[in-house]
């Protein structure tokens, strides 16, 4: 862990949180569209990042709350936000501690579009905080909907 004695990172400013259904939640930064989604256990670590106490110190802390160790989950977290640009810190140290590259969690960076195509994807942004569950549903009463209206506009007139 001394590879991260001296590593300080905290949330970049506008990072914004939205909490998820089972404790979860949402990290995201609105003005670049990039977000990552969070367990219940990532909190309790995201609160941490405080840009004074050093990673190593939140992994001690972690592990001194919680019974076990906490490393890899910091440094996955860690690797995750910051690939998504929501971590501010000493951006050559974390690179040089592996820590730019996302793991696991769903992480999306901001689309540079020109035009219409930005202002779609503005107009669709809200759809990104549904589960996939939930977008699957939207499609399937899109695609009914369209349906219905086909066979209505190919119907023969009654008489």
Known sequence: MAWLEGLVVALAPG?????????????????????????????????????ERSLAEVARVHAERQGKPGLGLLVALVGDLAAAGLLIGDAAAMAAAGLTAPSRRTVRGALELPGLARVVERLLRPLAWLGPGALVALAGLVGLGL?????????????
């Open 15 to 51: 990072v914004e949180r939205a909490a998820l259904d089972g404790g979860g939640a949402v990290l995201c930064d609105p003005g670049r569209g990039a977000y990552v989604e969070l367990s219940a256990a990532d909190l309790a670590l995201v609160d941490a990042l405080d840009g």
């Open 147 to 159: 349906g219905a209206a086909g066979l209505l506009a190919h119907a023969p007139m009654p008489r």
